[in-house]
């Protein structure tokens, strides 16, 4: 018998997203993230449903392999660059862009003899200080790639704020400031604005944003959901009760016997654990719908196996679905619960959850 786990994958939802982030950029071009296999929802099933998109960002020249495979013409681009001399070869046959973000990607591309064009993207360390390149480096760097017969004229410079999701902060804007201070002198494309920035800093949206959890519906800041900013879920995980029973008042639940049941009671047992990408950290009282209403989690989640009170379900049956997070249910919730973010949740979706696929777009 096949597992009950089933991930739906809303396309009409992110089809609606991307529209919405061009109404909240209408002067940019959208770069769609799709590195982590699409942020759980399948790389190649997310570009079809976001062909629209002026570009795609990877996190490796493997997905830029998949996307062309798949037939996606839009720009790639990988947004690690190259690792070594052997990958130019590769982004040269799939067409790929790169970002440069180091000295030592820019000296194998001029010790490369392959003198046709590459497209490059130039990264800036702005202070997120993970990759990038010293602003006070950055023009030489720039006139060193464009010097280079291998690279195609346009450069488009870009950065990564590091607290865009922050949107009382001095960061953000003190990076800002930063990236104009380096690039204002520059006719070229850039890129700065982030899901949380497209949303909260309009004034990083430049000649390019890039958009990630956005697409997928999911919340770019704190304490809100992705609905909250007019984003539309894109991924549903729900299961089925495989089990009814009938547990004493002072029985203990599950592994390490963490809850007690406060009364003679009902227990529902869901298909649904962290083998199947459901938090284990999910504490007890945790939300989860059965029939559209409210129930919780009692007890450890399991791998394969999490249990439910049943005490407000009297009308509750074997085979009844239950939806661990969707638009009735937002991930965010379960992310807050376990300690997490939404973006892991949706990552973590494991390979033996069923996925279906929903063309429809979701009501407002």
């Not at 994958?9 to 699409?38: E, F, T, Y």
């Not at 690279?151 to 410079?157: F, H, L, T, Y």
Request: net charge neutral.
């Amino acid at each position: 018998m096949s597992r009950s786990a089933i991930a739906t994958i809303h396309l009409g939802a992110m089809r609606s997203n991307l529209q919405r982030i061009r109404l909240l950029a209408p002067h940019s071009r959208v770069m769609a993230v799709v590195k982590a296999d699409g942020y759980g929802h399948g790389l190649e099933r997310v570009a079809r449903a976001l062909a629209a998109a002026d570009a795609f960002g990877v996190a490796s020249i493997a997905d830029g392999q998949r996307l062309r495979a798949a037939g996606v013409a839009q720009r790639v681009v990988v947004l690690s660059g190259i690792d070594e001399a052997g990958d130019l070869a590769e982004v040269r046959r799939l067409d790929l862009d790169i970002v440069v973000h180091h000295q030592a990607q820019i000296e194998l591309i001029a010790a490369e003899r392959d003198l046709r064009p590459l497209r490059v993207w130039l990264k800036l360390d702005t202070g997120m200080h993970r990759l990038g390149v010293a602003p006070e480096c950055a023009a030489a760097l720039r006139d060193a790639l464009l010097a280079m017969p291998q690279i195609a004229r346009e450069i488009v410079v870009m950065s990564h704020f590091a607290s865009s999701d922050d949107y009382d902060g001095a960061k953000t804007p003190a990076q800002l400031i930063q990236f104009h201070t380096s690039t204002d002198q520059w006719r070229c494309a850039r890129s700065i604005a982030n899901s949380a920035a497209i949303v909260g800093y309009t004034d990083s949206q430049l000649e390019w944003v890039r958009a990630g959890g956005l697409l997928y519906g999911l919340s770019v800041v704190a304490g809100k959901t992705g609905a909250d900013f007019g984003f539309r879920p894109a991924m549903s995980l729900s299961s089925k009760l495989i089990a009814i029973n009938r547990v004493a008042k002072g029985e203990c639940i599950g592994y390490g016997e963490t809850w007690q049941c406060p009364e003679d009671m009902d227990i529902g047992i869901v298909a649904m654990g962290y083998g199947d990408g459901y938090p284990r950290s999910a504490p007890s009282g945790t939300a989860v719908l059965l029939n559209g209403r409210r129930a919780s989690i009692v007890g450890r989640v399991s791998m394969d196996l999490m249990s439910v009170d049943l005490r407000a379900h009297a009308d509750a049956r074997i085979n009844h679905r239950v939806l661990l997070w969707g638009p009735q249910l937002p991930v965010e919730l379960l992310a807050d619960a376990a300690g997490t973010i939404s973006y892991e949740l949706t990552c973590g979706v494991t390979r033996r959850v069923m996925v279906l696929e929903d063309e429809t777009a979701l009501d407002d």
